[in-house]
């Protein structure tokens, strides 16, 4: 029998294959270290065919090798890239083939600076640099548009102050709200498709708002996301960025013909205001009046210069009849301008009075309501409209009530 020098036996050595030994390793180091936070530098990023992703994680005295599956991967927010300096959650592992150990990612996250800023300034570098925010693309908002076409969510703060704005500058306006989540996932795509519909079905739509009210980062979010960025620079229509509050910047806004601080201030210069208008009216026609009399001043300046270079026997009668007509027509064109326009400001103001009779916000001062599906939509007309178990927004002349529909069916007058 074979021995070995110190007595052992051959056949008593247990003897490994290197698999084995690896595994046991892999057993031991993974069963011992398990899941960690680890920080350090990203170096020799790849990203193959399969959507996974290889790095180095490095510091200063040692260097280990991870890897994130595509399934985490498609979840980051921004670009992992060489030199970047990060923080990753995961667990040791052993790549058997190679008998290497390994970080498993299922968390990457930049150090110091926020993913979703990361991810706001890699997207507006990206298309800054395509020239999508120049301002050679950026198109005048139309004077007085026809209709204004919103996207935005339908019971949020926004679509609220948009409107009772809008109606204390311009009564009755035309508005067609397109409603759309805007937070969340989904809220980009929404966003993204109502701009493209309105510019696809909607042939007097002269603009559009597309905002919401503030929020957090990660609230505003849709904004920053390239579909929302593309849909707004390939509209036809011009867009005016209303997200957030004045300190809140989204790529939305650099992409939008105009942006409007607030949405509120977006109903601001989406219309003038009636009252500046008339103002401005006014204001052409008093100008119009002064232009003519200067003129006929200026004429008949030039006649009696004419009339005392004339000879007494050239300058009769007739001539003396021309410079009193003259006299006598700008005395009519003086008062005929002044009674015209006193008469288009009372014709205006009297529309005005109509209008703002007929104005929703009056309306509803006086104790009237409107009512809705709680989504949205054209107001209901007929009681069969509603069913049992919808649910109802009804509108006041302050705010709104959500209601569950218990019972409805034709009535006579009340």
Known sequence: MDTLSGGESVQSRMVLTVTELTMRIKDVLEGGVGSVWVTGEISNLRRPLSGHVYLTLKDGGSAIPAVMFSRVARGLRFEPADGQEVTVFGTVSVYVPRGAYQIIIEQLEPKGIGALQIAFEQLKRKLEAEGLFDASRKRPLPFLPRRIGVVTSPTGAAISDIISVILRRFPKPRISLMPVRVQGA????????????????????????????????????????????????????????AVGHEIDFTIADFAADRRALTPSEAGEIVLPKLDDLLDRLGGF??????????????????????????????????????????????????????????????????LCQVLGSLSPSNVLGRGY???????????????????????????????????????????GPP
């Open 369 to 411: 309501s409107f009512t809705t599906r709680e989504s949205g939509g054209p107001a209901l007309r007929d009681a069969r409209e509603a069913v049992p178990g919808m649910r109802i927004r009804t509108h006041l002349e302050k705010g709104t009530v959500v209601s569950k529909v218990e019972e409805a069916g034709e009535s």
């Open 285 to 350: 026609w008093e100008r119009l009046a002064k232009a003519l009399r200067m003129r006929v001043s200026e004429t008949r300046k030039r006649v009696e210069f004419l009339f005392d270079r004339l000879s007494p026997s050239i300058a009769g009668r007739e001539i003396a009849e021309r410079i009193q007509l003259v006299d006598d027509l700008s005395e009519r064109l003086s008062s005929a301008a002044g009674k015209a326009v006193s008469e288009r400001r009372r014709r205006i103001e009297s």
């Open 186 to 241: 989904e809220a980009a795509a929404e966003i993204a498709g109502a701009i493209r519909k309105f510019n696809e079905k909607f042939d007097d739509v002269d603009v559009l708002i597309v905002g919401r009210g503030g929020g957090s980062l990660e609230d505003l979010w849709p904004f920053n996301e390239e579909t929302v960025a593309r849909a707004i620079a390939a509209s036809r229509i011009p867009v005016i960025s």
